[in-house]
């Protein structure tokens, strides 16, 4: 299938470098971030694909995971629009839901189970199967959210990245491992962390990571560091304050 240019900008597509300081310019920023109110990010509940999808994550995910998915929707959003607006102006908002409700999902101790393939990998699959396959979805837009659900943790210098791919990098990093923390505005991260409460999410992720890194020596989470990566998601300083909220 070639690609159709219509799809490239909707679905996020567009080529981007995988290295963050390059886009970034070396800076913190491209746009000083200033606060957003939730009520101005509209969850695209009016499409059926997400809704049923959204379904879906309430079903598999634990309540922490679902709600990280829900808070790298807005960082991303937030992102999107400050950082990059022509890009977002372009993007789906449904593409964006459908990646974030569906990039952890292959975390689960059930699909871990099922496969000897990376997390990222897996959850990938399932996202292109589900979307696409099951819900009759458009293949532009089930590859998109497959193709950055496998390159989430993708990090490096070297190469391209889809704009997609790179914004759920940028989202993930900023809510699991304290990293760019200037990219959304303090008030606006105290905003989305009392609505979608972490519930110890830096301990219940580390967790899984380590889960998976003893059942799968081989997984791709290794490429960050064994190590390094786990102990930086469970000792997040930027997200401590939040992580003990749960009510």
Not at 2 to 26: S, Y
Not at 69 to 80: C, E, K, L, N, Q
Not at 88 to 117: E, K, N, V
Not at 140 to 158: F, K, N, P, W, Y
């Amino acid at each position: 299938m070639c690609p159709n240019t219509d799809t490239v900008a909707l679905h996020g597509w567009t080529a981007v470098p995988v290295d963050a300081d390059a886009i970034f310019e070396g800076k913190p920023y491209l746009n000083e971030p200033t606060p957003v109110s939730l009520s101005d990010i509209a969850w695209p509940s009016d499409d059926p694909i997400v809704a049923k999808v959204q379904e879906y994550a309430k079903e598999k995910l634990p309540i922490e995971t679902y709600n990280h998915s829900m808070r790298v929707f807005h960082w991303a959003t937030i992102i999107a629009r400050q950082q990059f607006p022509t890009y977002a102006s372009s993007l789906s908002p449904s593409t964006l839901a459908l990646t974030c409700l569906l990039h952890d999902i292959g975390t689960t101790p059930a699909a871990r189970a099922s496969t000897q393939l990376s997390f990222e990998f897996q959850g990938g699959f399932i996202a292109l199967n589900l979307i696409q396959h099951k819900l009759g979805g458009a293949q532009s837009q089930a590859e998109a959210v497959a193709e950055a659900i496998i390159r989430h943790q993708d990090q490096g210098t070297v190469g391209t990245i889809t704009f997609l791919g790179q914004l759920i990098q940028l989202a993930t990093v900023y809510d699991n491992m304290s990293e760019m923390p200037y990219l959304v505005h303090p008030q606006t991260r105290e905003e989305v962390a009392r609505t979608w409460k972490r519930c110890g999410w830096s301990r219940c992720f580390s967790k899984a990571l380590r889960a998976e890194l003893e059942e799968k020596p081989w997984a791709h989470t290794t490429h960050l560091g064994s190590e390094k990566f786990p102990n930086g998601v469970r000792f997040n300083k930027l997200m401590e304050e939040y992580d003990a909220w749960t009510e």
